[in-house]
């Protein structure tokens, strides 16, 4: 398996742990998102995702994208260990939380954005920022009142061992932090948090774990 | 069932798409997002969903929330018709395709979006309405150029029924729509558009045809 990858890149993250906690190898490949003004944004890198975004898993013949889709793969195709529960309402809930960061959160803040924020809009660093703090805070804040009114929540977002959820909370705790967030509000997050960063496959797969970080 | 919808809504029309192709009975609870400073901001609505968001779907004993994870969950306990083709590959192709629509779109534009550009940011109608613009014609020009490429587009998104890709295209071509977005770039999304509005189970669906339509 390929992974084209941006150490920073939060998407690319999730699907980082996801093959590590699935033991799969995997090859990395540096996609660089802000040199030279942005290899995703090239020609080359169109051909494969469209939508000229990080990440894409090449698998055989097949190029995947969005890394939700590509979790649900790796879910079909490796389902041991299991990153969604057994039951249907439990799966549910676990994507549930899953889309709260990647529906809710991540798209407002992606770089992207960031870019129309600054360029069309014309905001300054302190509104921006400000944007990027107001949106991750709308939605932990959700995320916090969920996990912690929910017997389900173990050691992590469900029950006693990682699932999606997990692989896309702490990727968006890392973007909160670079935020300079604080993150007092959310206990049960920040507890979550710290029992993933006990576990290899999370640790590895961290920005500053990743052979293109700076 | 019991579907907490408003008319407008995109991510409940996916949700009341996949319930009339599955041909699934449900009683719509009206939430008006506008009356009262908005419905799904009161502490009855915040008790049943943290995040605050339309749609919340009630079966049995479970409450589930966040449009994709509720037609995952239709399609788990309710099989027939499938909205996800067989072969993990063409899953995955799938799911990333409404995760376009879901993740790099849709929330970049809902209501508090737009709340946020007003009053926070001191946008105008004009610069709000291009900010809406923008983000749809960003993802539609990927996804178009998705489905245009490859031979697994039918007459829907995947083949010839609909999937899980429909559900979420034809909502949003819905809001392009509203936006004034004109849509000669996009003949595919277009034409799959058509094909989609020719079914009962998408033209129900529609915000017109909500009891709570206005």
């Known amino acids: 398996m390929r992974l084209y990858t941006y150490f920073h890149s939060s998407a690319a993250y999730r699907v980082r742990i996801a093959l590590n906690l699935k033991g799969l190898r995997y090859s990395a490949v540096p996609v660089h998102l802000l040199r030279d003004g942005g290899e995703h944004l090239s020609v080359e890198f169109a051909r494969l995702n469209p939508a000229r975004l990080v990440p894409v898993l090449e698998d055989g013949g097949a190029t995947l994208t969005q890394s939700i889709a590509i979790i649900e793969y790796l879910e079909e195709t490796h389902p041991q260990p299991p990153l969604l529960p057994a039951c249907a309402a439990a799966r549910a809930r676990v994507r549930s939380l899953a889309l709260d960061v990647a529906c809710d959160i991540h798209p407002l803040n992606n770089l992207r954005v960031r870019r129309y924020l600054s360029s069309a809009l014309g905001l300054g660093d302190a509104q921006r920022e400000e944007w990027i703090r107001h949106w991750i805070a709308v939605g932990f804040e959700a995320i916090e009142r969920s996990l912690a009114a929910d017997v389900q929540t173990g050691s992590f977002c469900h029950g006693e061992s990682p699932t999606l959820a997990d692989c ?12 300079k967030l604080p993150l007092d509000p959310y206990p049960t997050l920040r507890r979550i948090n710290e029992n993933c960063q006990r576990l290899r496959a999370f640790t590895d797969a961290a920005p500053a774990a990743q052979p293109d970080a700076e």
Chains 1, 2 share one sequence.
């Open 168 to 179: 896309c909370l702490v990727p968006q705790i890392a973007n909160a932090q670079r935020a």
